[in-house]
């Protein structure tokens, strides 16, 4: 199941997207708009929520007639987020001289887990304003995001794959000024709206194994990033049991995996985003976010 947080006539909706590629609106069904109190809910709502997708009298909505929105436009909390998870991103980043930690090894024994505040994320079609970025450093990093789907504590006994509820991109901008100046990443990565997420959240049944997905990013057209899922350093389930074992999951958290080779500050000179520019992160069975810095 695809399932989209859409804004349309002066309200916030949650949808599911059909066979058609448009948009049954499914907040009555729910009874909310908020996309965490859904997946609170979504083992008891599933089989009315595909049933309303498959009646022949459906009410379908075209994507192009609303404003899509992050699928969790407000997370319950910071977004979890995975530093250096590609061999050839973690080469590229010690290559850059921007990482201090680089002469201990270019590759991480064990993960990096920092955090973007939940008020960074915005659509997948928004405008980014790189104005909040006085710098000229804005860079972007392609990342396959996972959505949590249930409370707990992770222990050895637990699969961390019954965790998961479903996967969605994130872009996870940053300015590399305030990364460096800081000496962390809060401040770099948490600005408002540098977190696009979306277009769509997908259910893991319906994605499948991560490993044969493939992630890529194109600035103005031009392919910066393509990279296989499968080439993550840490697992999916390493990193939800990293973060699971001593801090409770909660349905709705999201943990950004980590960026592939090829982000701006990985040129000589860097090539950062700067206004004009669109930025287009896609896999293919999730879409694509498409956001223009202005
Ligand atoms: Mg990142």
Redesign the pocket.
Known sequence: MKLVSYYYQDNTHIGVIDHDGNIIDVTEIAQTNDMNLLIDRFAELKGRLTDCCEGANRAALSPQKVRLLAPIPMTRRNIF???KNYYAHAQEFASSGYDSSAAAGNVPAHPIIFSKPATSISGPDDAIDSRLDPHNSLDY?A?LAVVLGKRGRVTDQDDPLSYIFGYTLIN?L?SRFLQKQHSQWLLG?GIDGFCPMGPVLVTADEFGEPGRQEIRCTVNGELRQQAQIADLIFTIPTLIKTIGQNITLLPGDVI?T??PAGVGLGFTPPRYLKKGDKVVVSMNEIGQLVNTII
Request: charged share 35%; glycine share 18%; net charge negative.
């Open positions: 987020c995975v530093g990093e990342e996870d940053t990565k950004a980590g960026t």
